[in-house]
């Protein structure tokens, strides 16, 4: 029981691969000791993310509110929204965390589709591995399997469809202070479908990604700045030929700071 439960202890910042995931701080590929390091001694309780496009080049006069994620104490993400163009939520959702901070509960919306989620996770192959499966889908063969590395951070994953089949691997490549490097995303034959590659400066920050399609094509590049403290104040968005997309700015508020909440974060 003791290895199912350290191997169990690395799902409290583990939340599954999303779309939007550029968009704000939070970076599911980030390995475990990545995730932690961004609450370090500067506990983030909420952050919101206001993006500048730019047509023809030329910055827009006026921000909109894109994103929104609140964090409890502990650093893990319990909320999260997406904005539309009219400021409207296009995608909201809140996870429910275990004592040990395992997210094993998303409520929210994407549109007029209603997410609602409770996820099982199953040591397998001696603890080496964990199975994740939904409680509440109706096919019980779709499923997720983890497998880990020796500083227990995901080496690879692999997803199975509604019929079984595997469907899609993702592959992660860490370096010596455990800073991803690489995440390759693989299609059902083994072909690599795309691939981001992260860059770091002197103190560790993440200041560029590179998202390459099929085929290696280059597709967005993503550069970030951050303050004296290690956080993300800004990140650029640009296209395969380096010309600006946009720039989305990032607002603080911390735990134990001037906006504080008097509770304790995400007990539910």
């Known amino acids: ?4 439960s350290i191997t169990l202890l690395i799902f409290s910042l583990l939340l599954p691969l999303s779309p939007f995931s550029s968009a704000q701080i939070y970076n599911e590929d980030f390995s475990k000791l990545q995730k932690l390091n961004v609450f370090k001694g500067n506990k983030v309780w909420m952050v919101y993310g206001w993006t500048f496009v ?4 030329k910055q827009e006069k006026k921000g909109k509110k894109t994103s929104f994620e609140r964090f ?6 319990t909320e999260e929204i997406y904005y539309d163009t009219k400021g409207n939520p296009s995608y909201s959702c809140q996870y429910v965390l275990d004592d040990n901070g395992n997210e094993i509960k998303k409520v929210g919306g994407e549109g007029d589709e209603v997410v609602y989620e409770k996820w099982n996770y199953t040591p397998v192959d001696d603890g080496r591995k964990i199975q994740k499966k939904s409680e509440y889908k109706k096919s019980k063969d779709e499923k997720w399997i983890f497998v880990f590395d020796a500083q227990q951070n995901i080496a690879e994953e692999q997803y199975y469809d509604i019929s079984g089949s595997a469907a899609a691997k993702w592959e992660f490549t860490y370096d010596a202070k455990q800073n991803v490097t690489e995440k ?3 299609d059902p034959y083994g072909n690599v479908y795309q691939r981001w590659v992260y860059k770091y400066d002197e103190k560790e920050n993440n200041i560029e990604m590179r998202h390459y399609v099929s085929n290696n094509q280059l597709y967005r590049i993503y550069q970030m700045r951050y303050d004296k403290k290690g956080n993300m104040k800004s990140k650029f968005t640009f296209d395969k030929d380096e ?3 946009n720039l989305t700015v990032y607002i603080y508020q911390f735990y134990d700071g001037l906006h504080a909440p008097r509770t304790l974060g995400n007990k539910q």
């Open 72 to 77: 409890d104490r502990s650093g893990n993400r």
């Open 184 to 186: 390759k995303e693989y």
């Open 243 to 245: 010309n600006i997309i």
């Open 54 to 57: 730019y047509p023809k080049g």
């Open 1 to 4: 029981m003791k290895a199912v």
